[in-house]
């Protein structure tokens, strides 16, 4: 009897440690996250719009090319990985974050407070100046914020401002691109629009005979350009704070900002 209660014992301590140790393995099991799941697949896969420069575009070769692209593959350089991009129209791009189509929009892309509510940003890497655009010779008469009541302004509905000219009592024109924003104002299907100043010179290098030219401008304001990605994914978002901060350092982000746009725009001019 007494045989059969310690070898009852014994099973009963054996079951107890392979209890133990399965819950251990439980326990030290690591959940992986998007960062892990990158470097597994050896790519950063970026959401650009492609037709967008000087930021992000396609070269007369076929190749991507801009300050955004050049960004994009440092970052991931940094991170360990080779850079792949995917090319959709603006308002998809934040979207194809969410549905994990890729990994993050290296596009300028501002860090709003509305957007800020979706994702986290990184630190900025690039800031420009707001600029509104009207056909040469300003027969719409507008020359402050206050001006825009009633007009049209061209401007996709996702565009970082356009809660805001709405508030200022603008309606909405939607477009899709630079081209069809420019076009809008030329042929008086929108009042104005809204471009940057690297966007505006960029466009007037390419199209001298366009008749546009800037109402104002808005110097209390500025685009910070930052890089997004899914709330809670902070590993990733550390590996891109730290990959901009080395980029900042060695002076490389500025070397990229004068290759692209002939200036320094890494800091802000508010500060």
């Known amino acids: 009897m007494k045989k059969k209660i310690t070898i009852l014992l014994v099973l009963l301590m054996i079951a107890s440690l392979i209890s133990g ?18 470097r597994e697949a050896g790519k950063l896969v970026v959401g650009i719009e492609g037709t967008y420069p000087p930021f992000n575009y396609v070269d007369d070769n076929g190749n991507y090319a801009g300050y955004d692209v050049d960004v994009a593959t440092a970052v991931a350089e940094h991170i360990g990985v080779e850079v792949e991009f995917v090319m959709a129209e603006w308002d998809a791009l934040l979207v194809g974050i969410d549905s994990q ?3 993050t929009v290296i596009a300028d892309v501002t860090a709003t407070d509305e957007r800020r509510e979706k994702y986290d940003f990184s630190e900025p890497y690039l800031y420009t100046g707001r600029q509104v655009v009207v056909k040469t010779g300003n027969e719409v008469g507008i020359h402050s914020l206050d001006d825009i009541n009633g007009k049209k302004v061209a401007t996709n509905a996702t565009n970082s401002w356009a809660s805001k000219l709405e508030g200022y009592g603008a309606e909405i024109v939607p477009i899709d691109n630079t081209d069809q924003c420019a076009q809008a104002v030329i042929n008086g299907s929108a009042d104005f629009c ?23 401008v808005i110097d209390t304001d500025v685009n910070e350009v930052s890089i997004p990605c899914r709330k809670g994914e902070e590993r990733l978002l550390a590996e ?10 060695s002076g490389k982000l500025a070397e990229l900002s004068e290759k692209w746009f002939y200036d320094d725009l890494t800091n802000n001019p508010l500060q």
């Open 21 to 38: 140790c399965s819950k251990k393995e439980e326990e030290t099991e690591v959940v992986k996250d998007q960062l892990d799941n990158i």
């Open 101 to 103: 189509r890729w990994d």
């Open 194 to 216: 809204m471009f940057n100043n690297i966007v505006m010179g960029e466009y007037l290098k390419n199209h001298p005979e366009a008749e546009l030219e800037v109402a104002f």
């Open 240 to 249: 891109f704070n730290a990959a901009l901060q080395d980029l900042r350092a």
